[in-house]
C-alpha cells in the first residue's frame, strides 16, 4: 500500500527531473492536502517525532514533510508542489540564514510567506536551547555516545567554547548524526519545551 514515504520519493524524483505521474498519483490517492519544506533530513527526523510525541499522525491528517537537500531547491519544490503545481498548501522550516531562499521561492509560486517558521540559528541550536546541554548529555550517553563527546571536548579548536556551541558542532561532525539525533532529542524534550518555531509549526498543520 502506498504511503507518505512513497510520495516523498516520488516528488524528489519529480524534482531531480523524473515525471510528474507518480507525485500527482499519489497526491491524490493518498490525500496529500499540505507539503512541509524542511532543509534535509535531520529536520523530517525532528518533526516527524515531535509530532508522534503529540499524538499525531501527519500523514492521517494529510500531511507530507519533504526534505529537500538544501534551502536552495526552495523555488524548485515550491513551484512542483504549492499553487502553481500540486496546489498544495505550502508550509516549512528553516534556518535563519536560509530565510531568503524560502522567501523567494515561496514568492514565485505565489504561495504566502507567512507560514514559514525559522529556527534562530539552526535546528539543532533550537533543540539544544530546549532540552538544555544536561538533557542533551544525558541522550548522548544513553546512545552511547558520551566518550565520544569528551573527547571531542577537549579538542584544541573545542577549548574555552560555550558548552552549547560544542554541542552543534558535535552533532555535525558524524554523517547520519544531526538525523539520528535530530529524532532522539525531539523525543526527549518535555511537551512542554517544544522549541517555538516546531511548536508554531505544527500548531499551523
Known sequence: MADMGAFRDAVTGWASGGPDGPARDLAERLGVRTAVLLEGRSDLAAVEALAARHGRSL???????????????????????????????????????????????????????????????????????????????????????????????RQPAQLGRPRHQQLRRFLGTKKGRKIRYGRLLAEALAADRTPPPLDGLLASL
Open 59 to 153: 500523514a492521517a491528517e494529510g500531511v507530507c514533510a519533504v526534505p529537500m537537500g538544501g534551502a536552495m531547491n526552495a523555488a524548485r519544490y515550491a513551484g512542483l508542489l504549492g499553487p502553481t503545481g500540486l496546489g498544495l498548501r505550502l508550509t516549512g522550516l528553516c534556518d535563519a540564514g536560509e530565510k531568503g531562499f524560502y522567501e523567494r521561492g515561496l514568492r514565485r509560486s505565489q504561495a504566502p510567506l507567512r507560514d514559514v517558521y525559522v529556527c534562530t540559528a539552526d535546528l539543532e541550536d533550537e533543540l539544544i536551547r530546549s532540552l538544555g546541554t544536561a538533557g542533551v548529555e544525558e541522550v548522548l550517553r544513553a546512545e552511547g555516545d558520551f566518550r565520544a563527546w569528551q573527547s571531542f571536548q
